[in-house]
């Protein structure tokens, strides 16, 4: 047998021993990114969620400047914790539209009326159709969409105070 | 007091352990006779110190000492005994204590009946176990104490998770774990046998009962946990190729290939340096399993108490054991010569045959558990390896390593005849095709690997009993029995896995009650649903009666289970078993219209995977008592031979 | 020991599961008319992972999200797509991560496929030296 061969398995625990460690050294995160990123917005239509808002489709993504998706539920704890940051992003001028996950309207008024109401449109989504059209994993996650339709970036989770300054650059980036 | 007693014999234990490997280090370099005979006596000092330290631990838990920090944290005053016994171990320290204790007695047994392997080598092999031992007495007494005492003391435990109170707790676990350290035995006889390089017929066969021993552990733990999970899990699913439960296939895998190739080296002193990395290999492969399972580092539907930190202790143990023996073959086995060569055709090439399509379906398991772990170490991009893969890969190699498993017992020794063979094998090969042809003409929708499998489960249902043709029953050795029987529970299991994944009827219905529910020969009258209460929980269950065909009629009750005070709420599945398969029932949620989710399973024959199971344990056991049997009288013949001289 | 988070994640999937007050959508829990048209549709869900659990396949997943894609693989099914192009619209929203089958037409999964024959071989080839005549020196 040749010598050099009885060293192998000691390399490949090596080996083992390295990916592992890496692996526990690395933060881990379950987090699945969508790969629509970089992508023009999926067609879609969704019924209005509640009457005070008009619906939503793809169509109405296409401003010719940038806007905010924001995907919410009234079911969602962290949707409570971000909707100060998004009254705070719709002061400053940012259209946002959004989609209501798995919801029933009165669910959604009172929500809207107890937190605030940041939204120009809000689709109805109750079976995550448009969600997974998205992408998207979970509530809530906001999408910056370029003026031409064109999703550049997700944000997963809430968005917190820190976040808000990064959203406002890339919406200005993708004027 | 207790508590003290008990950390106290645990540091005792710990000092006797690295006094044992001093005694055995210095012993084995400076020749020293007088140290040989003190480390027999030092090891069973070590294990009745580490027991003593576990009953205390015991003690503790049955008393409810609510002093004790572990107590607290997974026990609690009311719970009912057994719980309170099995809690000892369903934790991070009580069961590292549980794995050191049982490698302790494992130590003692082996310095006290152990006689026929020389003596260096089995110095050797002592000072081996308890440098691993060490390993663990330094994990438990720096990192996982478990004797910590709580201030100030409260008033009740928080219990255990009234879920996991479970008879499959009080056994899954433990026995995991005693499979674990026999491989860790397994181990240390190899490390021993490299450092004295004395590898042989002899090192073989005082390995072989350890090797068995855990095994049939193994058998019997993976059998239980798949069981547990299909009942408990509610998804009818037995097995999932899930990160954990590859965790504890990886380890029976090199075991199942160990316990081969040491019969090729205990009978004809072949493939030494083979079955030393073998050896090597089915340690490692049940500390990987650990260091997955404990280190949370792949996503698991069934790892808990996962915490990283106790991941990189167990990682940094794993890495000076394996390294190290890795390291020690590299450098000492090329001196080891590997032993006869073999014949094609012949026992020994079934037995290599077995070895390299058990080895490889290791690998392609370890390599598809990890492979996402390493992508995403390299390229950021997260991806799943699931049964697709697993089956696909796995599969007909499975499938291979059967067939060899039929001709291998079938085959002389040294060299034999193809023709022969073909003579012996010909009916168990004639009832394969036919049951082929068979199924190929009567079902429908049944995969190419499952087809293959079943057909193959029955030919080889037959062949397996074929050791036994034309022999004198009675004068047939017991190990001979049980290796029959072990194969036939192989065969078993595996059509019991073909029939489930080709013949289970799913039925989803939303019923009101009155509504009749029929799946395959089966009629379910959904009778009603009602509250039930129990010691800490309140269900919702389902009055259903089943009927099979015109036959009795049975009732099934599946349960919609809420857990108050942990805002818990779980499925608990009914199951009806009948010879010819399992009936399987899930209540899900309600809908406003007073309609009811439920979720019917018929499985033909999926038991037998589980009787399988046992009978594959079994066969192992009966095949460890006969060598042990014979091993015991042919030493008492040696000794009344030479009591004679 | 193993097998506790299974029963956790069903303690920590369940309130989730009550948060939501709509009822799943409407294949969720609904097996297609077409026997063969749902054994397609089982095939295939017993393939795709659950987004929001630790582990498991939509088929197995009791999170509304894993009934939501149910729901999507079945009607998608029923409406004439084959499974492979279902879960190529998944893999294109999720990425590779989605399906348990890894492709052997990608980048990265392909060492994956090559594995049991790479294997197989290696394995044959340490072996070769070990067949032989008996030597009688025996």
């Known amino acids: 047998m040749n010598r050099w061969l009885l060293w192998l398995p000691l390399v490949l625990f090596g080996l083992f021993f390295a990916a592992v460690a890496t692996g526990l050294i690395m933060p881990k995160d379950n987090i699945i990114e969508s790969k629509m990123v970089g992508k023009p917005m999926p067609d879609f239509s969704l019924p209005a969620a509640i009457e005070q808002r008009p619906a939503l489709s793809s169509a109405d993504l296409v401003k010719g400047k940038p806007t905010l998706l924001n995907i919410f539920a009234s079911w969602c704890l962290p949707c409570i914790a971000e909707a100060p940051q998004l009254l705070e992003l719709q002061r400053a001028g940012v259209e946002i539209n959004a989609i209501a996950s798995r919801d029933t309207p009165e669910d959604i008024a009172n929500f809207l009326n107890r937190w605030g109401n940041p939204y120009a449109r809000i689709g109805s989504d109750t079976t995550s159709r448009v969600q997974l059209e998205l992408g998207s994993s979970g509530v809530p996650e906001t999408f910056v969409i370029d003026g031409k339709g064109i999703i550049v970036y997700q944000h997963i989770g809430d968005i917190r105070a820190e976040d808000v300054p990064k959203i406002l650059k890339l919406l200005e980036d993708a004027k | 007091m207790i508590a003290e007693t008990g950390l106290i014999a645990l540091w005792l234990a710990a ?15 400076a020749g020293r006779q007088e140290y040989f005979a003190a480390i027999r006596s030092v090891t069973v000092a070590q294990g009745v110190f580490v027991t003593l330290s576990f009953l205390l631990l015991i003690w503790l838990f049955l008393r409810s000492d609510m002093s004790v920090r572990l107590v607290v944290m997974n026990s609690a005053s009311v719970k009912p005994f057994i719980y309170k016994f099995s809690g000892t171990w369903g934790n991070h320290e009580g069961s590292m204590l549980l794995w050191v204790t049982v490698m302790g007695l494992a130590g003692a047994f082996i310095a006290m009946f152990e006689r026929s392997l020389k003596q260096k080598t089995l110095v050797a092999t002592l000072a081996a176990q308890a440098f691993i031992s060490l390993g663990f007495y330094a994990f438990l007494l720096i990192s996982s104490n478990p004797f910590e005492r709580m201030f100030p003391v409260p008033a009740d435990g928080q219990g255990l998770n009234p879920l996991l109170q479970d008879p499959g707790l009080a056994f899954h676990p433990p026995t995991l774990y005693f499979g674990y350290v026999g491989l860790s035995v397994a181990f240390s006889f190899a490390v021993g046998a490299m450092i004295t390089r004395d590898v042989g017929a002899a090192f073989a066969k005082a390995m072989r009962p350890w090797v068995l021993g855990a095994w049939i552990f193994l058998t019997l733990g993976i059998t239980a946990g798949s069981y547990w999970a299909y009942y408990e899990l509610g998804w009818g699913g037995w097995w999932f190729w899930d990160p954990v439960e590859n965790a504890a296939l990886m380890p029976w895998l090199a075991a199942t290939a160990l316990l081969h190739s040491v019969t090729v080296l205990a009978t004809r002193d072949g493939l030494r340096a083979w079955t030393l990395m073998l050896a090597v290999v089915a340690f490692s492969m049940s500390m990987i399993g650990t260091f997955l399972v404990r280190s949370g580092i792949l996503t698991s539907v069934h790892a808990f108490a996962v915490d990283p930190e106790r991941g990189s202790f167990i990682l940094a143990l794993l890495a000076i054991y394996i390294g190290g023996a890795m390291a020690l073959f590299a450098l000492r086995v090329g001196t080891v010569k590997e032993g006869s060569r073999f ?11 077995n070895n390299l399509l058990l080895s490889v379906i290791l690998g392609l398991v370890f390599i598809g558990t990890l492979y996402p772990l390493l992508v995403e170490a390299v390229t950021g991009e997260k991806l799943s390896v699931g049964p697709p893969y697993f089956n696909l890969a796995t599969g007909p190699l499975a499938l291979m390593l059967v067939a060899v498993m039929a001709a291998g017992p079938l085959l002389r020794w040294r060299r034999d005849n193809p023709k022969a063979l073909l003579n012996r094998i010909s009916i168990p090969i004639l009832i394969t095709a036919a049951a082929l042809f068979a199924l190929a003409l009567f079902t429908t929708g049944m995969s190419v690997l499952a087809l293959l499998g079943l057909a193959l489960a029955i030919g080889v249902g037959v062949a397996s009993f074929a050791p036994l043709w034309k022999r004198n029953l009675r004068r047939t050795p017991l190990h001979t029995y049980g290796m029959v029987i072990a194969h036939f529970g192989i065969a078993v299991a595996l059509a019991g896995m073909a029939c489930e994944s080709s013949f289970t009827e799913e039925k989803l219905v939303a019923a009101k009650p009155g509504d009749e529910i029929a799946v395959n020969d089966w009629t379910l009258k959904f009778d009603a649903i009602e509250p039930v209460a129990g010691p800490n929980w309140t269900a919702l269950e389902a009055r259903i009666t089943a009927q099979y065909g015109d036959g009795a009629l049975h009732q099934i009750n599946p349960q919609n289970r809420m857990f108050p005070a942990a805002q818990t709420q779980t499925s608990e599945a009914a199951l009806l078993t009948r010879w010819n398969g399992q009936l399987y029932v899930v209540l899900g949620d309600g809908d406003s219209q007073g309609r009811w989710q439920v979720r019917v399973w018929w499985k033909p024959f999926v038991t037998w995977i589980w009787y399988g199971g046992i009978l594959v344990a079994l066969g192992g056991f009966l095949a460890m008592i006969g060598r042990l049997r014979r091993s015991y009288k042919q030493r008492k013949q040696r000794e009344y031979a030479e009591a004679i001289v | 020991m193993k097998r506790f988070l299974a029963l956790l994640l069903m303690w920590v999937a369940a309130p989730t599961a009550a948060q939501t007050g709509l009822p799943p959508a409407p294949y969720a829990d609904r097996q ?23 582990s498991q396949s939509i088929a197995d997943s009791n999170a509304p999200m894993a009934g939501d894609m149910r729901s999507q693989v079945r009607e998608r099914i029923a409406a004439g797509e084959t499974p492979e192009e279902v879960r190529s619209w998944l893999i294109e929203r999720y990425g590779n991560w989605v399906s348990y089958n890894p492709p052997i037409a990608s980048a990265v999964t392909w060492p994956l496929w090559i594995a049991p024959i790479l294997l197989l071989f290696a394995a044959l080839w340490l072996a070769r030296g070990r067949f032989g005549k008996t030597r009688d020196d025996e």
């Open chain 2, 15 to 29: 000092a006797l352990a690295l006094l044992q490997f001093a005694l055995g280090a210095i012993g084995l370099r």
């Open chain 2, 343 to 353: 014949e094609l055709v012949s026992r020994e090439g079934a037995l290599v045959a």
């Open chain 3, 32 to 54: 297609l008319a077409d026997p063969q048209q749902e054994a397609a549709a089982r095939d295939l869900m017993d393939e795709l992972r659950c987004l929001k659990c630790q």
